[in-house]
């Protein structure tokens, strides 16, 4: 740690307020902008090693390369592209989508987002006849991917969440759920509620299920499992 500190004390180890040193027991990270930015942050990691009687393990040190130019677009395989998205694009545009009370307007922008992605991924297909690169077709594309929807995958998680706050009979969420607020409502049509969703959603799936079906664990994984399966303004 006095290691870390002597060459902490220099500004020159921030970039725009952040350090560019980190540290973790006896691994160090040095960050930079530039090739020659790290090599002098190394020298001087060196000979601060070097009067503290250490040495640093050449062996054991690396040199990576963040860059567009790192990974080109044809360099990445259509597989890695879909997880890429499945496991961080998708989470991070449906994040907390189980409170969602959606609309069909919000489901037809997560659709048109999905497909604007996909067709990245893809790419346009060549016209035999005419030789002409064309966008893929909305149910191609759906193909090629053969998963379910962005919307689907909406309807399951709203689903399941309604399902464990179901089974919570008594605490605060489930009286939220089920409470029937006094008062008198704005004048217009009544704004759609969560549990309206959940309903609907239901109701898509079997017109005879119902929530109370929650209390059954296997029976609403089967639900959760079947709105992967709806289909969806694609």
Not at 13 to 37: C, F, H, P, R
Not at 61 to 75: A, D, E, F, R
Not at 164 to 190: D, Q, S
Not at 224 to 232: C, F, I, P, Y
Request: charged share 30%; aromatic share 8%; hydrophobic share 35%.
């Amino acid at each position: 740690m006095l290691l870390i500190r002597d060459i902490q004390q220099e500004q020159e180890m921030e970039l725009i307020g952040v350090n560019t040193l980190l540290a973790y027991a006896e691994d160090i990270v040095i960050l930079g902008i530039s090739q020659k930015e790290i090599e002098e942050k190394v020298k001087r990691l060196f000979i601060a090693s070097h009067n503290m009687g250490l040495v640093v393990n050449e062996a054991k040190t690396k040199y990576m390369v963040i860059s567009k130019q790192t990974t080109p677009k044809n360099n990445i395989k259509r597989r890695t592209k879909e997880r890429l998205y499945i496991t961080y694009l998708r989470p991070k545009a449906t994040y907390a989508c189980e409170t969602w009370a959606s609309t069909k307007g919000d489901e037809e922008k997560l659709s048109s987002f999905e497909r604007k992605i996909l067709r990245k991924i893809y790419g346009p297909v060549c016209n035999v006849n005419s030789g002409i690169f064309e966008r893929r077709k909305n149910d191609e594309i759906q193909r090629l991917f053969n998963k379910p929807s962005i919307c689907q995958f909406v309807r399951s998680k709203i689903i399941e969440w309604a399902g464990h706050v179901w089974r919570a009979e008594g605490c605060l969420i489930w009286k939220v759920m089920v409470g029937n607020p006094t008062g008198k409502r704005p004048l217009g049509r009544p704004r759609q509620r969560w549990l309206d969703t959940v309903k609907r959603d239901l109701s898509k799936i079997n017109n005879t299920f119902s929530i109370d079906m929650a209390t059954d664990r296997d029976q609403w994984r089967r639900i959760v499992e079947a709105a992967k399966d709806l289909n969806g303004p694609y």
